[in-house]
């Protein structure tokens, strides 16, 4: 049987065509692609500082990592790169994350990677919602953020434009390309790209996809670096400081 190849993939051997240069935004995706606000809320803490399983999506779970200093934190809610979990991507950002005094949520996808990326909204928009509305009452509302690395980071683009009135910042580590989504709010965008990136390589990925936000009004702080498929310290301490407002 021939495997299903990926929009991610399929767009690479398109050279990186962003679907239709994203004029299927306006009429693509559909109620699935939103956060329910009316979501269960599960017990939140109060947490202890440090790094504790989520306790909600059973052995797809994920993870919080909690600063020391007293809440309410800033929140990025950050989803890890295909076949990933919550656990290994919070540990790229958990010393900038520590620094700025922000609340870290990560939980798993329910699935090897977003559904989105390969198919449809779904089961993944249901559980991160579940999520949002267990971090919510701990946080500053001035300051919540949906953030992701690779195929994460591809899926909070699409996920964070659909609901960028719940969100107020958006950041895409390596980002493969944009999905069509209705689109709700404009929050400002952070993207990162390696140049010498050989997974999802930066001229058919973040080099096309930040100009498309750019014509879409999208305000986005792009930042190129010199490494491959990665999160580098000085750029995972940057995007803190740009999520907190201090650059």
């Not at 690479?12 to 009316?38: D, K, N, T, V, Y």
């Not at 928009?125 to 949002?132: A, E, F, G, N, T």
Request: hydrophobic fraction near 45%; aromatic fraction near 6%.
């Amino acid at each position: 049987m021939t495997p299903r190849l990926s929009r991610r993939e399929l767009l690479r051997l398109a050279g990186g065509m962003l679907a239709g240069p994203l004029a299927a935004c306006a009429s693509g995706g559909g109620p699935g692609e939103r956060l329910s606000l009316a979501a269960p809320p599960a017990p939140a803490g109060p947490w202890a500082p440090g790094l504790h399983p989520l306790g909600l999506g059973g052995e797809r779970d994920g993870v919080v990592l909690v600063p020391a200093r007293p809440g309410p934190w800033p929140l990025m809610m950050l989803l890890h790169g295909a076949g990933g979990a919550g656990r290994r991507v919070a540990r790229l950002l958990a010393p900038a994350a520590e620094s700025a005094g922000c609340l870290v949520v990560a939980p798993d996808s329910r699935a090897r990677t977003w559904d989105a990326v390969t198919g449809d909204f779904g089961p993944d928009v249901v559980y991160l919602s579940r999520v949002l509305a267990m971090a919510r009452g701990a946080v500053d509302a001035g300051r919540v953020a949906l953030a992701g690395f690779s195929d994460g980071a591809t899926y909070a683009l699409a996920l964070g434009r659909a609901n960028g009135d719940r969100f107020t910042h958006l950041l895409a580590f390596s980002p493969g390309f944009l999905i069509p989504v209705h689109e709700h709010g404009a929050p400002p965008i952070f993207v990162s790209h390696g140049r010498g990136d050989t997974v999802l390589p930066i001229a058919t990925c973040s080099r096309r996809l930040v100009p498309a936000l750019r014509r879409r009004g999208y305000s986005v702080s792009y930042r190129e670096f010199d490494g491959g498929h990665e999160v580098p310290p000085a750029v995972a301490g940057h995007a803190m400081s740009w999520l907190l407002g201090r650059i």
